[in-house]
């Protein structure tokens, strides 16, 4: 199915995905945040090695908030667990 040349200028003046454009139901919240999406499109230029560390520290980062929010010592970001 090919796109439409006017929801792909959209997505690209706004900053977001066509899906967002075309309906906003059922879509992860992550599809909507251009920069992330981004950073994933990045990682496929690194190597092998390079993506697990990046990944890695990321899990690392992303355990320790849980964990500061299960045992209340908070966060200044969202309340959804990551």
């Not at 990682?43 to 849980?66: C, G, K, P, W, Y």
Request: net charge positive.
């Amino acid at each position: 199915m090919r796109a439409c040349p006017r929801f792909v200028k959209l997505a690209q003046i706004f900053g977001v995905t066509m899906d967002h454009l075309y309906h906003d139901n059922g879509v992860p919240q992550a599809l909507h945040d251009k920069p992330m999406l981004d950073r994933w499109a990045a990682l496929h230029h690194f190597s092998t090695q390079e993506r697990e560390r990046i990944i890695s520290v990321m899990d690392a980062l992303m355990r320790d908030v849980n964990a500061r929010r299960a045992y209340g010592a908070g966060d200044s970001g969202p309340t959804a667990s990551v």
